[in-house]
């Protein structure tokens, strides 16, 4: 099964808007990071955040991780159409296991 | 600098055949790590490599074998495939390994017939 749940599964909003997507993991992890995936740039890395961290900010996303609730969040800030894409949650796992799992994913639309 | 390469960028086999899929990582990175993504069971890890040396391996079966050389160039094979191995397979390359930024490939879209 999947370590990474994202939700929601799909969101569409309009530009300008803000967009909030969430991920929540299992196991106890040693740093999390983003992804964003479309059809032109490929999968692309946006921000990585150690488990020792609560938010962090790259440009117009932040990120935040509470790690007793096993969540994070990315917020992208006034949202323009070429942020329209599928985003991804990926964990590396702590306790000596060397596990990198994925989540499923959150596709956001964004309306010009 | 170069991003990650892979070849070819679409293939399509037939059940019981094998294919090998090869990845070039960005120049310096020694980690290379493959990926399988499907619509049903998105992205999953299939197993890194650093300085030739298979370091993690994730759930699949024996079928799916990797090796990496000197260069760091590194190689997919998948043996006797099934219609479920349709899919898309992602090469990441990285300094230190998946856990930190990867920067991945175009990935090559395999479609078992």
């Known amino acids: 099964s999947q370590q990474g749940e994202e939700d929601p599964q799909a969101l569409s909003i309009q530009e300008g808007e803000n967009a909030t997507m969430n991920c929540s993991y299992k196991?106890?992890?040693?740093?999390l990071q983003w992804y964003r995936q479309n059809s032109g740039r490929g999968l692309v890395h946006l921000i990585l955040?150690?488990?020792?961290?609560r938010e962090k900010h790259s440009g117009r996303l932040r990120v935040t991780l509470d790690t007793s609730k096993k969540s994070s969040s990315l917020l992208i800030t006034a949202s323009r159409a070429a942020d329209t894409a599928s985003y991804f949650c990926?964990?590396?796992?702590?306790?000596?296991?060397?596990?990198?799992?994925f989540g499923t994913g959150t596709r956001l639309k964004v309306l010009a | 600098k170069a991003g990650v390469t892979q070849t070819p960028r679409y293939l399509i086999k037939t059940r019981g055949q094998q294919v090998t899929l090869s990845c070039s990582p960005i120049?310096?990175?020694?980690?290379v790590s493959w990926y399988q993504q499907t619509p049903g069971q998105g992205l999953q890890f299939l197993f890194e490599?650093?300085?030739?040396?298979?370091?993690n391996k994730g759930n699949f079966p024996g079928r799916f074998s990797g090796r990496q050389f000197s260069n760091s160039r590194s190689e997919m094979n998948v043996s006797t495939l099934e219609l479920g191995d349709s899919a898309l397979y992602l090469c990441?390359?990285?300094?230190?390994?998946?856990?930190?930024?990867?920067?991945f490939g175009p990935g090559t879209r395999l479609t078992v017939t």
């Open positions: 490599y650093f300085s030739e040396t298979q370091r």
């Open positions: 990441a390359s990285s300094l230190v390994g998946p856990h930190y930024e990867q920067y």
């Open positions: 120049s310096g990175h020694r980690s």
């Open positions: 955040i150690r488990s020792n961290e």
């Open positions: 196991t106890s992890i040693n740093n």
């Open positions: 990926a964990t590396w796992g702590a306790s000596g296991t060397y596990k990198y799992i």
